[in-house]
């Protein structure tokens, strides 16, 4: 059985920092893509990033592009987003999600719980 | 960047009525397209992929259709579990999600 797992959100201040983590179990990590989705409150879903399963390939939304990062370690299957310079506007639940095929543009069939980032001074 | 359209944004039913769902594209996405449900507290789950490819596990009165710019998620005969968000995805470029269309007790 898939599970994914997030952590890592929290309360920031406008301008911090936040690292958040996906812990994967249930597949061959390596071989699929992740992605990140995020759900501001009441509002709908937005894509936020996508990475490659080697790691070698990133996508970025453009609400986000140049502010966060994107990265795995697949020795511990796990999927990060580091998060700086962070803006009100980035509050929000933030889903991981596996991308459903071996091919990273597909849509994603897994999802973990979500972890809360709340930015406010 | 591709745009996704849902109509209606609210949809009010009752158990056992037919309902569609609308959701267009700025641009041409060939079948890409996939829709998802989310209900309250919870995360989103697929329901269809490729634009009418049923996910394993999802039951049958779900559907979708059309290809290009326009498609459809039919609910044949709506259950008490269905009363939820839905959300429609293009990825024939990056991924783009619809704005959603509340499906609501009558």
């Known amino acids: 059985e898939v599970q994914l797992s997030e952590s890592g959100g929290g309360l920031a201040q406008p301008g911090g920092s936040l690292r958040l983590s996906c812990a994967a179990s249930g597949f061959t990590f390596s071989t699929y893509a992740m992605s990140w989705v995020r759900q501001a409150p009441g509002k709908g879903l937005e894509w936020v990033s996508t990475?490659?399963?080697?790691?070698?390939?990133?996508y970025y939304g453009d609400s986000v592009k140049g502010r966060v990062t994107i990265s795995r370690d697949n020795s511990k299957n796990t999927v990060y987003l580091q998060m700086n310079s962070l803006r009100v506007e980035d509050t929000a639940v933030y889903y991981c999600?596996?991308?459903?095929?071996?091919?990273?543009?597909?849509?994603?069939?897994?999802w973990g719980q979500g972890t809360l980032v709340t930015v406010s001074s | 960047d591709i745009q996704m359209t849902q109509s209606p944004s609210t949809l009010s039913a009752s158990v056992g009525d037919r309902v569609t769902i609308t959701c267009r594209a700025s641009?041409?996405?060939?079948?890409?397209l996939a829709w998802y449900q989310q209900k309250p507290g919870r995360a989103p789950k697929i329901l269809i992929y490729k634009a009418s490819t049923l996910e394993s596990g999802v039951p049958s009165r779900f559907s979708g259709s059309g290809s290009g710019t326009e498609f459809t998620l039919t609910i044949s005969s709506l259950q008490p579990d269905d009363f939820a968000t839905y959300y429609c995805?293009?990825?024939?470029?990056?991924?783009?999600f619809g704005q959603g269309t509340k499906v609501e007790i009558k």
């Open positions: 641009q041409y996405i060939s079948n890409w």
């Open positions: 995805q293009q990825y024939n470029t990056y991924w783009t």
């Open positions: 990475l490659s399963g080697s790691g070698s390939t990133t």
């Open positions: 999600a596996k991308v459903r095929e071996v091919a990273t543009i597909h849509p994603f069939d897994n």
